[in-house]
């Protein structure tokens, strides 16, 4: 982390990185492609999704997920990644193919990282779930064999084995919930890096608008017409917190995947009552 010594009100109470684990200036251009911006707007140009807009020109890293190739490989460098809170590694292969993963915490460059049920228990190596020892930390979890990992692959993120049974291990994620995962699914070892993400204080409006996020406007200081809670003389208090739409925003189920409801051993929500 680093501090900004007060020379301005924006720079007062503003937190940053100071990149010493960044080995790299450029991304490797064979793994680089453009990417557009849709300010969050669908195919009929209507918003689906509030606040987005804006924020710097990004160019986007092909990540792979599925770690598929069993051949070792050399961590050539570890990069910083503006489409993501945590930092990358590029691996050159032996056999000479290049490809982007998610830098573990401690991944240095030089080490060699490898996929596959004989790799070792160290980090960035990738394992099926069955080969992996309970308590381990690990991350970029596959929900689906060969699909690639989807779960946990957020700056500091680390899930860990709880158990085994079957053809099925539990998982448990960072919200707390428990989680069966079939057993031939992979994930890697390690903690993601960059853990201090979440400590980090913009300073000033400009930078969170650099990161593409819009302001948002208190429903309380809008107009009844706009708003389910705008309205009335002074501050009023009378209304439950709902979106512009009515609906309850704070404690409301909005999960409706009852397919995979048997999957989850524990929910991350505790039951009221």
């Not at 792979?64 to 590029?90: C, H, M």
């Not at 982007?100 to 240095?108: F, T, V």
Request: proline share 5%; hydrophobic share 30%.
């Amino acid at each position: 982390m680093r501090k900004y010594k007060p020379r301005n009100s924006s720079l007062r109470n503003k937190t940053g990185f100071d990149f010493a684990e960044i080995t790299a200036k450029r991304p490797e251009k064979s793994l680089v492609e453009g990417l557009s911006k849709k300010s969050a707007r669908n195919n009929y140009g209507r918003i689906t999704i509030r606040h987005h807009g804006g924020g710097h020109k990004r160019r986007y890293r092909k990540i792979d997920f599925k770690r598929i190739k069993q051949v070792p490989a050399t961590v050539a460098s570890i990069e910083y990644d503006p489409n993501r809170g945590a930092r990358i590694a590029l691996l050159h292969y032996v056999d000479g193919e290049k490809s982007y993963i998610l830098a573990p915490l401690d991944l240095k460059v030089g080490q060699t990282v490898l996929s596959g049920e004989k790799a070792d228990i160290l980090p960035g190596h990738c394992l099926p779930l069955s080969e992996i020892p309970l308590g381990i930390s690990i991350h970029n979890v596959e929900l689906k064999p060969g699909k690639g990992g989807q779960l946990v692959r957020g700056a500091g993120g680390q899930a860990i084995v709880a158990a085994k049974l079957g053809n099925y291990c539990q998982v448990k994620l960072p919200s707390g919930e428990v989680r069966q995962v079939l057993s031939r699914c992979t994930a890697t070892i390690g903690q993601v890096s960059n853990t201090d993400v979440s400590n980090i204080k913009s300073g000033k409006a400009g930078r969170t608008r650099w990161r593409g996020r819009r302001p948002s406007v208190r429903g309380m200081a809008m107009n009844p017409i706009d708003h389910p809670m705008g309205g009335g003389e002074g501050v009023g208090k009378g209304n439950h917190p709902m979106t512009p739409w009515g609906k309850s925003c704070k404690g409301l189920k909005t999960r409706n995947n009852k397919r995979t409801n048997s999957m989850i051993v524990k929910f991350r929500h505790k039951k009221k009552g």
